[in-house]
T-cell receptor
Framework: DTEVTQTPKHLVMGMTNKKSLKCEQH?????MYWYKQKAKKPPELMFV???????INESVPSRFSPECPNSSLLNLHLHALQPEDSALYLC?????????????FGQGTRLTVV | KQEVTQIPAALSVPEGENLVLNCSFT??????LQWFRQDPGKGLTSLLL?????REQTSGRLNASLDKSSGRSTLYIAASQPGDSATYLC????????FGAGTILRVKS
């Protein structure tokens, strides 16, 4: 099983809403990642968790708040987003945040901020 | 700062052709390089992972090579099919995965 599951697949939210994106993997991976991808652009790293601890925050605005409740689950809490935050949000996992580990991606959540 | 470039940006070929996609990276201090496929509006599917100590990897009709010293990788697709139409992304892993902008491939039947 090399599956990373993201929910929901689509999300439309207003600028005053609070919502959460969810990511789950059952491969025993200890590194999990959030990426943001705008149309026709490559994915850009937002956050990295290693052994359930935040190890990289790529200077992401505080309206995005990640959480890793356990080794299988990664959440991204959203609050007071802007229309320019509309994008495909991708979750990924790898065995560890170290050498020679293959990254597996979910199908993404298509977020639209209105 | 690692920068990854992919050439060509787009490619259209008739079915059955063999083709090569190119990827270059500026910092050769990488642990591995990974090739992905992305269908429109979808997530990324891992195709091949080449570890830093390896020169190439093969999976079916796909063959990827890595030359760390020159900062280059190529993805070779043999006997292309319409189902291969997608965006192909390479990503270099140093302390994080850095992506190129991708090559949009269209295989015409």
């Amino acid at each position: 099983d090399t599956e990373v599951t993201q929910t929901p697949k689509h999300l439309v939210m207003g600028m005053t809403n609070k919502k959460s994106l969810k990511c789950e993997q059952h491969m025993g991976h200890r590194a999990m990642y959030w990426y943001k991808q705008k149309a026709k652009k490559p994915p850009e790293l937002m956050f990295v968790y290693s052994y359930e601890k935040l190890s990289i925050n790529e200077s992401v605005p505080s309206r995005f708040s990640p959480e890793c409740p356990n080794s299988s689950l990664l959440n991204l809490h959203l609050h007071a987003l802007q229309p320019e935050d509309s994008a495909l949000y991708l979750c990924a996992s790898s065995q560890e945040r170290s050498v020679n580990t293959e990254a597996f991606f979910g199908q993404g959540t298509r977020l639209t901020v209105v | 700062k690692q920068e990854v470039t992919q050439i060509p940006a787009a490619l259209s070929v008739p079915e059955g052709e063999n083709l090569v996609l190119n990827c270059s990276f500026t910092d050769s201090a990488i642990y591995n390089l990974q090739w992905f496929r992305q269908d429109p509006g979808k997530g990324l599917t891992s195709l091949l992972l080449i570890q830093s100590s390896q020169r190439e990897q093969t999976s079916g009709r796909l063959n990827a090579s890595l030359d760390k010293s020159s900062g280059r990788s190529t993805l070779y697709i043999a006997a292309s099919q319409p189902g291969d139409s997608a965006t192909y992304l390479c990503a270099a892993y140093g302390n994080k995965l850095v992506f190129g902008a991708g090559t949009i491939l269209r295989v015409k039947s």
